[in-house]
């Protein structure tokens, strides 16, 4: 058997692991970029849900897109009671990964997919539905509250907030 070497920083250094349209990281040495953009730009100027519709229609949305996929993401927030009952027998001690990827095969398991032209809409309902479904899970679990997933932020980051703290994302900034 040849001895095994050991090479220091190796790594992909140099070499394509794959192609794709959606990122680069290091293209100019170093940084990431999301579809061309530099990661720091859209961090600084762009808002969640734009990115996201960056990732997936390949295009940052102008504002009438812009407002048109928030509304879609508002109104595929809420939770079936089945994944709810699911959520509900989680431990509390439970890696939110593990939470997560639950959550995720139960609503596949109850809103399932035909083919794949529906798959955009099947992304754009997990993207809504996490923050619920994370939220739900902890508030449950942690506190034995059941909650409403619903809330009138536009924003899934302030949506996120709302469920977790039970108030206002506004009021959660204030100190």
């Not at 692991?17 to 990122?23: K, N, R």
């Not at 996929?69 to 939770?79: A, D, E, I």
């Not at 939470?99 to 754009?124: H, P, Y």
């Not at 996490?130 to 980051?157: K, L």
Request: overall charge negative.
């Amino acid at each position: 058997m040849a001895e095994a070497k050991k090479l220091e920083g190796a790594g992909l250094r140099g070499q394509v692991a794959g192609q794709t349209a959606l990122c680069t990281v290091g293209q100019s040495g170093a940084g990431l970029t999301y579809r061309g953009y530099e990661i720091a730009d859209l961090a600084e100027k762009a808002q969640f849900e734009e990115i996201a519709y960056l990732l997936l229609r390949g295009k940052l949305p102008n504002r009438q897109e812009l407002d048109a996929y928030k509304q879609k993401l508002h109104s595929l927030r809420g939770l079936p009671d089945a994944l709810k009952t699911v959520l509900e027998q989680i431990p509390k001690d439970a890696h939110p990964m593990d939470v997560m990827r639950t959550g995720c095969s139960m609503l596949g398991n109850l809103e399932t997919e035909a083919d794949f032209s529906e798959q955009d809409d099947k992304i754009d309902r997990m993207l809504a539905a996490f923050p619920s479904i994370i939220t739900y899970w902890y508030r449950f679990a942690h506190e034995g509250v059941r909650i409403e997933t619903d809330s009138d932020v536009d924003s899934i980051g302030g949506h996120f907030l709302e469920l977790l703290h039970a108030k206002s994302p506004a009021s959660c900034m204030r100190r």
